[in-house]
């Protein structure tokens, strides 16, 4: 028996509701429970208040003997960078895996980010990370027709496709939307499999009669992807063919306000009745009921592999038609021509008129039974690790880095830096020190005295005239021969491990460059986290501080190879640009999900003290520099200045939404005395 997470934040069902993602892990817990597995469902929550499965349905999982863990998302906090909240709820799913043997998640807003970066760079005590895809955000927000939220959805994405990438395994139930998924530049571990997807439909008997069709049922939610639109206008353009149509029944929830109005007033001339209380199970009812006198429309322009075809198609006598768009056709394979139209009114229309006329007694349906069987067979492979990725993990040698450490008037924290290097639990690396020019004489003798104490194989101290801070780390990386490059500044502190474990997880992934997080302190305690997103080029652009702090282990030969730090003498972010050009390069950074280090952010610090628009402007240039490359010159630099704008605006509007809510109150202060 093996011990199996599902982990999603649709389960049967919340406040009576769940969608085609909720469908799947209640069908494939009991799936697995049948096969003689120990299940656990996690539910994760994006909401930050306690969210619990429906009391029924927490009953059902009960008798069934699956587990049941709840989660909410914790609160936003202002001392933690970077925060998306998919990131902040994979925090806490990560520690609950340990225990099991295989987990799989949902690709819309994949928690597994946290646990997937993690196993890169500790594969031990892991289980197997496996991502479905079901439909990300961005597939998601195209069919909804809707634009992302900036930089949220740019943050959000970017976890999906991640999480994806760094799985053990990826399912794709349908083709269709592997296609789509690579179409957008996804990629991943190994070749995904194909499965179409898990289902144990109810007993049902074939009906008594032949049908004999009164009512048209939509049957999904009533949102813009699901193509109500489409249905009313399939439906107007064939009316007056439809003879003996009593109703139309709208069957799902309404999830864009005033859709049910919509739909009863573009076909008024047939009463519409909105049944939107039901949940999955008693949806089906309502069908299995009126399987002799309905004709059930599925009308969804583009969708992956949906239950509600599934379940409608393995209802005996049930007619149904369903929009040929995405991975629909293959749910048939092959078979169930007459039930697909193509995704537009037309070719609804006649369709509508030809099965209202000609109802069918044995429609096409679902092979779920091989679907299953695939499924059992891709989780029993996946539990014994016959398809697993190897790791491979080289024992650590600290000989391959030099810890290469900047200095310009840092004289009260210089000694601290030297000593956290000195007591490090890897022993043996190299330091390489360069004080760059400091004017401050006190700071000058604090360096040589420093030089004069540390005098083991491989600590190097020099001095030159000021270059800025991104010259001295270049002059220092020079005097190098590791193959590895450590850099910090003289004002931080690493952890008792940060060489071990930095060198350890560079070993271990094969990245050319690694990160890790670390906490902002003053000395004496703690005033923010900082758990950089990571390689995140498209947000990065909009939100840098996605990239991390600016100590950095790098390969000396990947750091000589883009030329080292760009040298902008007086601009910050040096850091944020050079992860940029490593990426824009084709080169692999990444985040240890550790916090490795304590970093300060002095009054006359360059953080505080570098001209803002220098450091931003650096940044965008080297963005623009390959956007120049397809001839968009200057498109960074203008979707950069475009958000500036948009901020601005949204500022003024919330001061001007305050404003008015004073006057407000005002007014009613003076109404209240006036009538006093």
Same mark, same amino acid.
């Given at each position: ?32 429970? %049948? ?51 998919? /990131? ?9 895996? #340990? ?108 009906? %008594? ?11 999904? #939610? ?24 009593? #109703? ?17 007033? %573009?076909?008024?001339? +047939? ?13 089906? $009812? ?84 091989? /679907? ?53 639990? /890897? ?42 801070? $991104? ?7 020079? #005097? ?11 004002? $931080? ?172 109150? +005002? +007014?009613?202060?003076? /109404? ?5």
């Amino acid at each position: 028996m093996s011990k199996v997470a599902l982990v999603s934040h649709d389960v049967p069902t919340i406040h009576g509701r769940a969608g085609g993602v909720g469908t799947f892990v209640s069908q494939f817990a009991a799936l697995l429970r %049948e096969h003689g597995e120990d299940v656990t469902i996690i539910l994760t929550r994006q909401e930050t208040e306690p969210t619990r499965i429906d009391e029924k349905w927490r009953k059902k999982y009960k008798q069934l003997g699956i587990g049941l863990v709840e989660l909410h998302n914790t609160p936003p906090s202002p001392d933690r960078w970077s925060d998306p909240w998919t /990131a902040r709820l994979s925090q806490q799913v990560a520690p609950l895996l #340990r225990g099991f043997d295989i987990a799989y998640f949902q690709d819309w807003a994949n928690v597994a980010f946290q646990a997937a970066r993690a196993k890169r760079f500790n594969p031990r005590g892991w289980p197997v990370l496996v991502t479905v895809l079901h439909g990300p955000s961005n597939w998601i927000r195209a069919a909804n027709r809707q634009y992302p939220d900036i930089p949220e959805d740019l943050h959000l994405e970017f976890i999906e496709r991640y999480s994806a990438r760094h799985s053990d395994r990826v399912i794709a139930p349908s083709r269709y939307i592997l296609d789509w998924a690579r179409s957008e530049g996804w990629t991943f571990p190994a070749e995904p499999d194909v499965l179409g997807l898990p289902y144990r439909p109810p007993e049902s008997s074939p009906p %008594e009669h032949a049908p004999s069709l009164r009512q048209l049922v939509f049957f999904g #939610r009533l949102e813009t992807r699901k193509g109500f639109s489409l249905f009313i206008d399939g439906v107007r353009m064939a009316h007056e063919s439809l003879s003996g149509l009593e #109703r139309i029944v709208l069957l799902g929830h309404q999830d864009e306000p005033g859709a049910v109005d919509r739909v009863q007033r %573009e076909l008024s001339t +047939v009463p519409v009745i909105h049944i939107g209380d039901l949940d999955t199970e008693g949806a089906a $009812d309502y069908l299995r009921s009126h399987r002799g006198d309905s004709l059930v429309v599925i009308p969804s322009p583009v969708e992956n592999f949906p239950y509600a075809v599934i379940e409608t198609s393995l209802i005996p006598g049930l007619n149904a038609l369903y929009s040929s768009g995405g991975g629909v056709p293959e749910i048939f394979g092959g078979a169930g021509e007459s039930q697909l139209f193509e995704p537009n009114p037309q070719a609804l229309a006649a369709k509508l008129v030809e099965r209202w006329l000609a109802p069918m007694n044995q429609p096409a349906s679902y092979d779920y039974r091989s /679907a299953n069987r695939r499924w059992l067979q891709f989780h029993d492979d996946a539990i014994g690790g016959r398809t697993a990725i190897p790791v491979t993990v080289t024992s650590p040698d600290a000989r391959q880095v030099d810890v290469c450490v900047t200095y310009f008037n840092k004289a009260r924290h210089f000694p601290k830096l030297l000593d956290a290097l000195e007591r490090q639990t /890897a022993p043996g690396f190299g330091v390489i020190a360069v004080d760059d020019g400091s004017p401050d004489p006190d700071a000058r003798t604090a360096f040589d005295k420093m030089a004069a104490k540390y005098t083991a194989p491989g600590w190097t101290f020099f001095r030159q005239k000021n270059m800025f801070v $991104d010259a001295a780390r270049n002059q220092a990386a020079k #005097r190098s021969n590791a193959e590895f490059l450590l850099f910090i500044d003289a004002d $931080d502190l690493p952890v008792p491990n940060t060489v071990e474990r930095m060198l350890d997880a560079i070993l271990a992934s094969g990245d050319d460059c690694l990160l890790a997080g670390g906490y902002l302190f003053d000395g004496e305690s703690v005033k923010a986290r900082y758990m950089p997103l990571g390689p995140n080029l498209t947000g990065g652009l909009i939100d840098p501080i996605v990239f991390g702090p600016s100590m950095i282990l790098i390969r000396r030969t990947v750091f000589h190879n883009i030329g080292g730090y760009r040298e902008v003498r007086g601009a910050a972010h040096e850091d944020w640009e050079l992860q940029v050009r490593l990426l824009l390069a084709g080169y692999h950074t990444d985040v240890i999900p550790e916090f490795l280090l304590y970093f300060r952010q002095l009054d006359d610090g360059l953080a505080l003290t570098s001209d803002d628009f220098a450091a931003k402007r650096r940044l965008v240039d080297t963005y623009d520099a390959e956007f120049a490359r397809l001839g968009m010159h200057g498109a960074a630099n203008t979707m950069h200045a475009l958000y500036r704008r948009c901020q601005q605006l949204e500022e003024a509007g919330r001061e001007q939404a305050l404003r008015l809510r004073l006057h407000d109150r +005002v +007014v009613a202060v003076l /109404a209240e005395k006036r009538q006093a």
